[in-house]
Nanobody, 124 residues
Framework: QVQLVESGGGLVQPGGSLRLSCAAP????????IGWFRQVPGAELEGVAC????????YYTDAVRGRFNIGRDTAKNLVYLELNNLKPEDTAVYYC?????????????????RGQGTQVTVSS
């Protein structure tokens, strides 16, 4: 059974940075489009970024473009999300997931199999 595991969340001050990782033991992430999503209480899951299997093309939602960076670490079988210049409105639980239909053509993809999430809190 596929299991995705997120790590790297935490408490950071505005303007700070974090690096989130998505691991999947026994499951080759390189063969799948992977998205990062976030959710705050009472709101729907929001697509933040995704990386495709087509030359690792990356897509971002407008709110994070230029601040977040998604990529693959093939040697470690990881997908990471670097969060820079964080803002209080970035506070959320962040999830990684395979995308429905293995599609990644923009950040507004649908999550298929996702992990348990990691909390990111941006506060002074």
């Amino acid at each position: 059974q596929v299991q995705l595991v997120e790590s790297g969340g935490g408490l950071v001050q505005p303007g700070g940075s974090l690096r989130l990782s998505c691991a999947a033991p026994g499951f080759l992430l390189d063969l799948h489009a992977i998205g990062w999503f976030r959710q705050v209480p009472g709101a729907e899951l929001e697509g933040v970024a995704c990386v495709s299997t087509d030359r690792n093309k990356a897509y971002y939602t407008d709110a994070v473009r230029g601040r977040f960076n998604i990529g693959r670490d093939t040697a470690k079988n990881l997908v990471y999300l670097e969060l820079n210049n964080l803002k209080p409105e970035d506070t959320a639980v962040y999830y990684c997931a395979t995308t429905l239909g293995n599609v990644c053509e923009n950040a507004q993809v649908e999550a298929h199999i996702r992990g348990q999430g990691t909390q990111v809190t941006v506060s002074s």
